[in-house]
């Protein structure tokens, strides 16, 4: 249907929509041309594009996980971006070629002692720039990369000459780098090193195995040990407990023998001899009495007394018999006793022969520290 055809009413209509349309993309370019001017205004800000650059570069091994575009950082920050990667020639002292440059106002940090880290930055190989800030070598008589007058740069310092030197097309300044192999080769080292130290390893597992093992073995010979020497632990016990019998009737025949009376006492002096010995001193009272009274008397008592004392020596001479035969009877009841000894001394062998064996014993060897040989043992009497 063409326009012509159209009522008025309805062309009105229509170019008011056309106007409005019209306005509408007006509008939007604006906004987009805006939207887009901010972009490129913020990318700018982001990137320096606005900004004063100082040109660099370095030498590393490896350009692995490094790509153009990439930021170049410093204490955090990003200060730069690298702008060329490039190999050298072939015969050539370095390998790699970077070119990297450092905004405005991050290259008054760096100066001529200043280096160029390689980083890695995850586990895929990906790697980074990163330059250190000036005068923390410790060096004197440094100075700054670039002068700058009027936010340009004018001048580079030169390394050779020993002062700045004007900028020329392509001037760049060198900055020594220090590069760190990448943690891929790192980990390959690692596994590298673990691979060589298996072997050691598994050795040392198999030393423990074998430790542990002879271990038992010692603990199970050790039990069995212990369950052979307590029979004869027993018979010891049982020795000397048959010993204490023996022990207490030394120590109660001791005991009479210390008493006064009923032991050695009565067998010096008999209580008969007491009495003897009573009556004859009060028949010699009688005696020295009646011979106060007489002269006569007293011879007689004196012969009397005489007689007296002559009974009292044979009396004690009884005594002394008697005694002599009560120390007979007690050597016969030791002689008698000869098998008590004998089992003790029999005791003591078994005893000396039971340590001497456990002396000789692989696992108990070493608790016996070596000593003398003890002397001869006197013969025993038969």
């Known amino acids: 249907m063409a326009l012509q055809d159209l009522t008025p ?31 490129v205004h913020h990318t700018a800000q982001r990137k320096g594009w606005f900004l004063t650059k100082a040109p660099y570069f370095t030498y590393v091994e490896s350009a692995a996980g490094l790509k153009i575009g990439d ?12 702008t060329r990667i490039t190999a050298e ?10 070119e990297f440059a450092i905004k405005s106002p991050y290259y008054g940090y760096l100066w001529t002692d200043s280096r160029v880290r390689v980083t890695a930055t995850d586990f895929l190989g990906n790697r980074y720039l990163e330059v250190t800030k000036g005068g923390t070598s410790g060096r004197t008589n440094l100075h700054a990369t670039f002068q ?18 004007p900028l020329t097309n392509g001037s760049k300044y060198w900055l020594l780098a220090d590069e760190s192999p990448a943690l891929t080769e790192r980990l390959d080292l690692l596994a590298k090193q673990i691979e060589q130290a298996l072997p050691g390893i598994f050795h040392l597992t198999n030393q423990l195995a074998a430790v542990l093992t002879n271990g038992a073995s010692a603990a199970a010979r050790a039990d069995t040990l212990l369950a052979e020497i307590r029979p004869v ?3 010891a016990q049982a020795v000397v407990s048959g010993l204490k019998p023996v022990a207490d ?7 009479r023998l210390r008493e006064p009376k009923g032991s050695l006492g009565e067998w010096l002096i008999p209580t008969n001899l007491n009495q ?6 009060s028949a010699a009272s009688g005696t020295i009495g009646a011979a106060s009274n007489t002269l006569a008397t007293a011879n007689t008592t004196l012969s009397n007394a005489d007689t007296n004392l002559t009974t009292l020596l044979l009396n004690l001479n009884r005594s002394l018999d008697s005694l002599a035969g009560i120390t007979s009877n007690l050597n016969s009841q030791v002689q008698a006793n000869t098998n008590i000894l004998g089992d003790i001394s029999a005791a003591v062998v078994h005893a000396d022969d039971l ?28």
């Open 233 to 235: 632990i027993a018979d």
């Open 9 to 39: 009413q309805l062309r009105t209509r229509l170019g008011r929509v056309e106007r409005a349309v019209a306005v509408f993309v007006i509008v939007a370019t604006l906004l987009l041309l805006a939207g887009f001017a901010y972009y």
């Open 89 to 98: 020639d072939p015969g050539m002292e370095y390998d790699v070629f970077i």
């Open 148 to 165: 700058e007058k009027n936010g340009k740069l004018t001048a580079m310092w030169g390394d050779k000459s020993g002062f700045f030197e």
């Open 71 to 82: 930021s170049v950082k410093m204490m955090g920050f990003d200060v730069g971006e690298i």
């Open 249 to 255: 009737n030394v120590a109660a025949i001791t005991t």
């Open 355 to 382: 340590v001497q064996g456990l002396k000789r014993h692989w696992l108990l060897r070493s608790a016996f520290k070596k000593t003398n040989a003890p002397p001869p043992a006197p013969p025993r009497k038969k």
């Open 276 to 281: 003897q010995l009573e009556q004859t001193l």
